[in-house]
């Protein structure tokens, strides 16, 4: 399923028009404002979740915009069994049904693979769209390695990684809930789990934990762009980066993901150059075509270096 937006689109005119090119169920971003690409709707998002499309609001909007919105979708959208919106511009990020049948629990598809999401439990849901390419980069080069998924929410690179014939995956992350969904996801990929490790410990204060499990073929490290009371990526990527040459095998891949629209790509190579020269910058994971952004390096960054 893809959907086109006309680039001169603005609200003062007919809501968001989408082209339909096929009917696949495979979750996406169906339309992405928070690159400010298109005029006047920097503020809204809007995910296919199937049977669920999912708009996320990051401003108010007055209820006959919602509504024609929401008429718009039905008409073209003939699969769609519920129609949701998040406001994140609210305390809490609550979710509304604004049409069809109340849903909250779902697995989704993308590629072969399966994923449970949560719609109205957290600001979450449970997957990053903008990280399916880094998903499909990870699933090609897993085969027979061991691989280090750090900040590792609900395991989606490793679900990947083991989709792609990976060795043995360890996860690291705080969040045991989080962690939790990610067993659930690699069980509804009826994955091995003698090959996948949960820990749910501090990175800044487990390295020895993570040297026990290996040493790795391929280190994915996806941190989130600030965590009140334990991350700083700005003073803290360098931390990691340090680490590697005691955690990678030469010639291992590594995956340096970067989500703050305040940090470009420079900012992370120059962590790299300064803090792990042997780490040999190889180009970037470009993201969906669909996550259009109006000024470069302000979206998701993933950046592949080879440690020689």
């Not at 390419?133 to 998924?149: E, F, H, I, T």
Request: proline residues 4%; hydrophobic residues 35%.
């Amino acid at each position: 399923m893809r959907f086109f937006v006309p680039c001169n689109y603005s609200i003062s005119k007919k809501m968001i028009e989408f082209q339909f090119y096929d009917h696949s169920n495979q979750c996406q971003r169906l339309f992405h404002g928070r690159g400010h690409a298109y005029e006047d709707l920097s503020h809204v998002n809007i995910d296919w979740f199937a049977p669920v499309v999912l708009i996320t609001l990051y401003q108010e909007v007055t209820e006959d915009w919602l509504s024609s919105l929401v008429e718009d979708i039905r008409a073209q959208i003939n699969d769609c069994k519920s129609i949701q919106v998040q406001y994140r511009c609210r305390q809490q990020a609550p979710i509304e049904t604004l049409w069809g049948e109340t849903i909250t629990d779902l697995v989704v598809s993308e590629n072969q693979m399966k994923f449970a999401i949560s719609l109205g439990k957290a600001q979450n849901h449970g997957l990053f769209l903008d990280m399916k390419n880094g998903r499909n980069w990870l699933m090609q080069r897993a085969n027979g390695k061991r691989v280090l998924n750090l900040f590792a929410y609900t395991c989606a690179f490793s679900v990947a990684a083991i989709e792609g014939g990976a060795e043995k995956v360890v996860n690291i992350d705080m969040s045991k809930s989080s962690l939790a969904k990610g067993r659930e996801n690699h069980k509804l990929n009826e994955h091995d789990l003698s090959k996948v490790k949960f820990e749910g410990v501090d990175i800044f204060k487990s390295y020895s934990r993570l040297k026990k499990h290996g040493p790795y073929d391929i280190l994915v490290c996806d941190p989130p762009s600030f965590q009140k009371g334990s991350v700083n990526i700005e003073r803290d990527y360098k931390k990691i980066i340090k680490r590697i040459p005691e955690l990678l095998t030469p010639s291992s891949d590594v995956l340096l993901c970067l989500n703050s629209p305040d940090l470009d790509e420079a900012f992370l190579l120059a962590e790299v150059a300064r803090e792990c020269p042997e780490c040999v910058f190889q180009g970037k994971v470009e993201n969906p075509e669909v996550f259009k952004e109006a000024h470069q390096g302000k979206g998701l960054k993933a950046l592949h270096f080879i440690y020689k």
